[in-house]
């Protein structure tokens, strides 16, 4: 495979990545999304969330599709509505829809059908500590994640909170799939480190899609 960071780093070897989880190395184009995620982020904006002990999460975050990932004082969940507009989440533009599910049977994850995307912009300095994708309402699905913009490092964890994770290096435009015996593991993202983006700017941006409702 060519692309993504072997390309400028000349063949560095990809780490071994548990079973279940695949990396697509530049497999999603940033010049096609950035507009879509432009217009969702003008019907939905960028907000942070508060988790339901009251603290702010430090990634901005909205959403696009039939239902979205929010959380407050009532703790995660996902609504069919934008809690800041009232208004339903953008849909979900057909061509993201169309990655998310080429990049799944790509990975060996066929007939994916996610209802939502979650997506998060992270600023210099922010990350997001080890958690598990389990507010959705069944596992059979992969987990598509799209990293944008500023370069990160992915952390990968285990099955429980307390296997020390591995870094993995995510950059603009690869594509992380997790699913199967990978869909519950722990993950998170190191505080994204100085830089600028041509496209994005000081910015990261992830796309988090999943099929939430069963
Ligand atoms: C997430 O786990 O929701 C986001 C992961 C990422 O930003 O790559
Ligand atoms: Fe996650």
């Known amino acids: 495979m060519s692309g993504g960071a072997s390309d400028l780093f000349g063949a560095l070897p990809e780490p071994p990545l548990p079973d279940g989880m695949r990396l697509l190395r530049g497999y999603a184009d940033s010049a096609d999304?950035?507009?879509?995620?432009?217009?969702?982020?003008e019907a939905a904006p960028f907000r942070f969330m508060t988790t339901r002990g009251g603290a702010r999460l430090a990634a901005a975050m909205t959403n696009c599709g039939d239902c979205g990932w929010v959380t407050d004082r009532r703790g995660y969940r996902y609504e069919s509505r934008d809690p800041e507009t009232a208004q339903p989440w953008p849909p979900m533009?057909?061509?993201m829809r169309s990655l998310a599910v080429a990049a799944a049977g790509e990975a060996g994850y066929p007939g994916y059908d996610p209802d939502t995307c979650l997506i998060n912009r992270?600023?210099?300095g922010a990350g997001m500590g080890l958690h598990q994708?389990?507010?959705?309402?069944?596992f059979t699905s992969p987990v598509v994640s799209v990293s944008l913009g500023l370069p990160a490092t992915f952390l990968v964890g285990g099955e429980t909170r307390s296997?020390?994770?591995?870094p993995l290096a995510v950059v603009n435009g690869d594509v992380v799939v997790f699913g199967g015996l990978a869909r519950l593991l722990f993950h998170g993202i190191r505080p994204v480190k100085v830089g600028h983006d041509a496209r994005f700017?000081?910015?990261r941006y992830n796309l988090t899609f999943r099929r939430a409702r069963a």
């Open 33 to 41: 999304l950035a507009p879509l995620l432009a217009a969702i982020a």
């Open 93 to 95: 533009p057909v061509p």
């Open 122 to 124: 992270y600023a210099i």
């Open 133 to 138: 994708d389990s507010d959705e309402a069944e």
């Open 163 to 166: 296997t020390k994770p591995k």
């Open 201 to 203: 700017g000081p910015f």
